[in-house]
T-cell receptor, first 114, second 116 residues
Framework: DAKTTQPNSMESNEEEPVHLPCNHS???????IHWYRQLPSQGPEYVIH???SNVNNRMASLAIAEDRKSSTLILHRATLRDAAVYYC???????????????FGKGTSLLVTP | EAGVTQFPSHSVIEKGQTVTLRCDPI?????LYWYRRVMGKEIKFLLH????????ESGMPNNRFLAERTGGTYSTLKVQPAELEDSGVYFC??????????????FGPGTRLTVL
């Protein structure tokens, strides 16, 4: 999987929007952009994924740059429960050769303050 | 629907002993994965089962680790003999059809292994 770069940490106030950036300048034309998060003392959980168009679900929104070299995970109103490590992961849609493993990297540790 | 479960939640053993971790995937998920995070490091992939077959075991650190998935249901990961550097959190995940690279993986809560 291609490499991603994320800030080590970010801080947000509760009930404010949070924009978590991810750079992936070496992304291939077919790689999907996935986001997972790991809450304290829990296993990672899927958040959202996209290919080219912006995506929304009940948890978050994903904004993908037109050249696909970067993306932003948007939490519209951060809550204390959103404090977690967020991982931006590129995935080959046909991983018969590259494998199905998730490459977590270091992620961004999000601190949410009341 | 039950999620991925792992047992035990914590295990403390002495160096040289054997430990077996168990993972029960979501019912109907043919794909099962093991990952681990050792102290201060990133979460790293260990191996991937499709039903009872090992699809990819490129992340297994050495031959002290043995993973099995008899009958294609639950899986066990045995560490024998355990070393200090094996301490960490071991996560299991499962997914439905793994034929594409965008299927969500569902993770269990992990087993925290401490080797003294």
């Amino acid at each position: 999987d291609a490499k991603t770069t994320q800030p080590n940490s970010m801080e947000s106030n509760e009930e404010e929007p949070v924009h978590l950036p991810c750079n992936h300048s070496t992304i291939s034309g077919t790689d999907y952009i996935h986001w997972y998060r790991q809450l304290p003392s829990q296993g990672p959980e899927y958040v959202i994924h996209g290919l080219t168009s912006n995506v929304n679900n009940r948890m978050a929104s994903l904004a993908i740059a037109e050249d696909r070299k970067s993306s932003t995970l948007i939490l519209h109103r951060a809550t204390l429960r959103d404090a977690a490590v967020y991982y931006c992961i590129l995935r080959d849609p046909y991983p018969f050769n590259s494998g199905y493993a998730l490459n977590f990297g270091k992620g961004t540790s999000l601190l949410v303050t009341p | 629907e039950a999620g991925v479960t792992q047992f035990p939640s914590h295990s403390v053993i002495e160096k040289g002993q054997t430990v077996t971790l168990r993972c029960d995937p979501i019912s109907g998920h043919d794909n099962l994965y093991w990952y681990r995070r050792v102290m201060g490091k990133e979460i790293k992939f260990l191996l991937h089962f499709v039903k009872e077959s090992k699809q990819d075991e490129s992340g297994m650190p050495n031959n002290r680790f043995l993973a099995e998935r008899t009958g294609g249901t639950y899986s066990t990961l045995k560490v024998q003999p355990a070393e200090l550097e094996d301490s960490g959190v071991y996560f299991c995940a499962s997914s439905q059809d793994g034929g594409t690279g965008y299927n969500e993986q569902f993770f269990g809560p992990g087993t925290r292994l401490t080797v003294l």
